[in-house]
């Protein structure tokens, strides 16, 4: 057997290399979440699971398509019913279905693409029939109607619509200022109110108890008063039963002297005092006690007979020493 030459060493590698990329182009693998879709000669053939596969060598190929969910963010600018331009931002999580892989590949050469055409022609189908603040009371009503338009459109291209989320409402810088201020005022006038019926209350709490307080100081007087009736009373009693021959005139003679030596006292002890008293003779206690008697004597006949008026007594006048 003769030895090969250099021209068919060279033939022989050639042979192998080609071989060798042969195998490499047949084998290939899927990765779970993708389908494989296999062409031969440019026309569809079949679709490939997960897993090991072969290919005819040098006339399928194949090409994979991704069955992981994915996400479409779309900002949508509009207007409202009450004429408030505000942006919308959507976001669509979508899925390849595993049934329909041959639709999703083949129909649509941009599928993000549409699903943002679709929603912006869904957004501006609801949001301009309602006034901003309905807007935002019904997001959830959006998210649900744009789900429900894409799905019915976009599952005859092979894709399941998961959730379509109304995330946000941006209004304009200005318009939001606005509806801030409004807030803010609708929060000031309720708390000016709650402040009102605070002080209300307080007054009328206040009102109460200076009224309850002077009932009893007035009870406190009518007390004081009637303890210093029968104290009176029970010393006339004891000074008429100690010194014999004694009157009533007597006994009040001496608390009114008693009386006005203490106030004599007070006045003089008083630091920073004003006061004057007048009269201010010990004499003058005689003559208010004859005014008092007189007009003590002038009262009991006026309850014996109404019909008597008694005279008035003239003030004693004394000049102040």
């Known amino acids: 057997m003769e030895p090969l030459t250099t021209v068919g060493l060279v033939l022989l590698a050639i042979i192998l290399i080609f071989v060798l990329i042969t195998l490499v182009k047949t084998m290939y693998t899927v ?30 190929t194949v090409r994979f398509m991704d069955l992981q969910i994915r996400q479409a963010d779309v900002n949508v600018e ?17 899925q390849v279905l595993p049934d329909k892989v041959f639709e999703a590949y083949y129909k649509l050469s941009s599928p993000q693409k549409q699903i943002e055409s679709y929603v912006f022609n869904s957004i501006l189908g609801h949001v301009p029939t309602l006034t901003l603040d309905e807007a935002f009371e019904q997001q ?64 009328v709490k206040q009102a109460e108890a200076e009224a309850q307080s002077k009932a009893l100081q007035g009870e406190g007087v009518a007390k004081q008063r009637q303890a210093i009736i029968q104290g009176l009373q029970a010393s006339v009693e004891q000074f008429q ?25 007070d006045i003089g002890t008083a630091g920073r005092s004003n006061t004057i008293l007048l009269p201010n003779n010990p004499g003058a206690v005689n003559d208010l006690l004859t005014q008092i008697m007189a007009g003590l004597g002038a009262q009991s006949s006026f309850d014996g007979n109404s019909a008597a008026i008694p005279r008035p007594v003239a003030p004693t006048t004394t000049t102040p020493r």
């Open 31 to 60: 990765r779970t979440y993708t389908a494989g879709v296999v062409e031969r000669f440019g026309k569809f053939n079949r679709i490939a699971q997960p897993g090991l596969h072969f290919l005819v060598p040098w006339c399928e």
């Open 140 to 203: 959830a009503q959006i998210s649900a109607a744009v789900k429900r338009e894409l799905d019915a459109v976009m599952s005859e291209f092979g894709y399941n619509i998961l959730k379509a989320l109304v995330t946000d409402m941006v209004p304009d810088a200005k318009v939001k200022a606005a509806m801030n201020d409004i807030n803010a005022a609708q929060r000031e006038q309720t708390a000016a109110q709650a402040r009102g019926e605070a002080e209300k209350i307080l007054k």
């Open 241 to 265: 039963t100690a010194v014999e021959g004694s009157t009533a005139r007597d006994v009040m003679s001496m608390v009114l002297l008693t009386q006005y030596f203490d106030t004599l006292r």
């Open 78 to 94: 509009t207007k409202s019913k009450d004429n408030v331009f505000v942006t919308i931002p959507v976001s669509v999580q979508y």
